[in-house]
């Protein structure tokens, strides 16, 4: 590999993080993409619980569904941010920039 501290391993190291970050916003998009459709079913089962003539029996189905949703959402969210620090602690160690020990 090219010695990091010349100007041409320097602009390959900027292109191999930018096609890392370019990466990352896709995998965040398609996540928050996922995530907000679970948010609009969440909506909906929230909503059916509300409405009036709903019998027990769909109340309770709409009310384990919406725990499920609930707790759904929370764990894409906390993958999401795990992911990201597994992909910039990856990247460090793969090209070579972790911190230095004083």
Request: no cysteine; aromatic share 4%; net charge neutral.
């Amino acid at each position: 590999m090219n010695d990091p501290h010349t100007p041409f391993g320097i602009l390959l190291l900027g292109l191999r993080v930018l096609g890392g970050e370019l990466s990352w916003i896709l995998v965040r998009a398609m996540r928050r993409l996922e995530i907000r459709q679970l948010q609009k079913r969440l909506r909906e089962e929230r909503a059916l619980l509300e409405r009036p003539g709903t019998d027990a029996a769909d109340r309770e189905l709409s009310s384990r569904q919406a725990a499920f949703l609930e707790e759904e959402i929370a764990f894409l969210a906390r993958e999401m941010d795990a992911k990201r620090a597994d992909m910039v602690a990856r990247r460090t160690a793969a090209w070579g920039l972790e911190k230095e020990q004083a």
